[in-house]
């Protein structure tokens, strides 16, 4: 049974940096991808990051820069550093995972990922 814990959200004033941890268990076999999603109200929930354990990566365009994901110990551990962080950052993000790469050009869609974590709250004052 894979089970998805992130963590490390808070509240931060513009400009500031936050690093959130997606810890999984039960991820079998490789390849396996990690992305993490942002939910803002009134918004569907939307790729911000991807990596997979062949080390291909994808961000969102508004954070290519500031966010930087890494993933470690086999897809068991994936981290999200935001610097920089903008008002427009704030939402609730979930870390998502799924075995095999993940697809280039739709990996910003929730439903093409299986496994989610609870969300944590990360909220960014002006």
């Known amino acids: 049974q894979v089970k998805l814990v992130d963590s490390g959200g808070g509240s931060v004033q513009a400009g500031s940096s936050l690093r959130l941890t997606c810890t999984a268990s039960?991820?079998?076999?490789?390849?396996?991808?990690v992305a993490w999603f942002r939910q803002s109200p009134g918004n569907e929930r939307a790729g911000v990051a991807a990596?997979?354990?062949?080390?291909?990566?994808r961000y969102l365009d508004s954070v290519q820069g500031r966010f930087t994901t890494t993933l470690d110990n086999a897809g068991n551990t994936c981290y999200l550093q935001m610097n920089i962080l903008k008002p427009e950052d704030a939402g609730i993000y979930y870390c998502?995972?799924?075995?095999?790469?993940?697809?280039?050009?739709?990996?910003?869609?929730?439903?093409?990922?299986?496994?989610w974590g609870q969300g944590t709250q990360v909220t960014v004052s002006p």
């Open positions: 039960g991820l079998d076999y490789e390849p396996v991808s």
């Open positions: 998502a995972a799924a075995y095999g790469r993940f697809h280039r050009q739709l990996w910003g869609i929730a439903n093409r990922w299986d496994f």
């Open positions: 990596i997979d354990t062949e080390g291909n990566i």
